[in-house]
Nanobody, 115 residues
């Protein structure tokens, strides 16, 4: 069974940084895309960033230059380094894994950025 476990959220002040982690289990290969969505209070869920099995990273426009995604295939873990955080980054961040027509979701980790 595929399982995703996310961690790293917390409460920070504007301008500070956080590093999110998500570990995937249930795969014997690295040929999947994995990344992050987020959902802020009162808003729709939006894509943040994802990275393919060969290391190609994608970012939403508003995150470019501030967020960096990476993966450690030996640990089946994806990281999201979030710098220069803003209050509007406050959201529950969900780990997402996609392989072929399947998509899997983690439990979410809360990021709160105070002004």
């Amino acid at each position: 069974d595929v399982q995703l476990q996310a961690s790293g959220g917390g409460l920070v002040q504007a301008g500070e940084s956080l590093r999110l982690s998500c570990t995937a289990s249930g795969f014997g290969h690295d040929d999947y895309s994995i990344g992050w969505y987020r959902q802020a209070p009162g808003k729709e869920r939006e894509g943040v960033s994802c990275i393919t099995g060969d290391g190609t990273a994608h970012y939403a426009d508003s995150m470019k230059g501030r967020f960096t995604i990476s993966r450690d295939n030996a640990k089946n873990t994806v990281y999201l380094q979030m710098n220069s955080l803003k209050p509007e980054d406050t959201a529950v961040y969900y780990c997402n894994l996609r392989v072929f027509e399947y998509a899997y979701w983690g439990q979410g980790t809360l990021v709160t950025v105070s002004s």
